[in-house]
Nanobody, 119 residues
């Protein structure tokens, strides 16, 4: 069984920074795409950033230039560096990963970590 565990959320003032981490554990053969989503109260979950197995990155327009996604395959970890945070970035952030387990690729979610940005 595979688990994703996130860390790094918290309360920060506008203009501040946070770094989220998501580490996968279990019977993992490899990784495909990994990404971060967020969900604010009353809103749908949205993709924030993603990174492919070839390290190609993509970002939501709202975070371009402020957030950076990266991965460390040796540590089974994906990161989200968030700079110049705004109150509208407040949400629960979820890690998502397409993980290769034996011969199949399965979709996994973390439990979520709260990010709150005060004005």
């Amino acid at each position: 069984q595979v688990h994703l565990v996130e860390s790094g959320g918290g309360l920060v003032q506008a203009g501040g920074s946070l770094r989220l981490s998501c580490t996968a554990s279990g019977r993992i053969t490899g990784f495909n795409r990994m990404g971060w989503y967020r969900q604010a109260p009353g809103k749908q979950r949205e993709l924030v950033a993603a990174i492919s197995s070839g390290d190609i990155t993509s970002y939501a327009d709202s975070v371009k230039g402020r957030f950076t996604i990266s991965r460390d395959n040796a540590k089974n970890t994906v990161y989200l560096q968030m700079n110049s945070l705004k109150p509208e970035d407040t949400a629960v952030y979820y890690c998502n990963a397409l993980i290769i387990v034996m011969l199949s690729t399965q979709n996994y979610w973390g439990q979520g970590t709260q990010v709150t940005v005060s004005s």
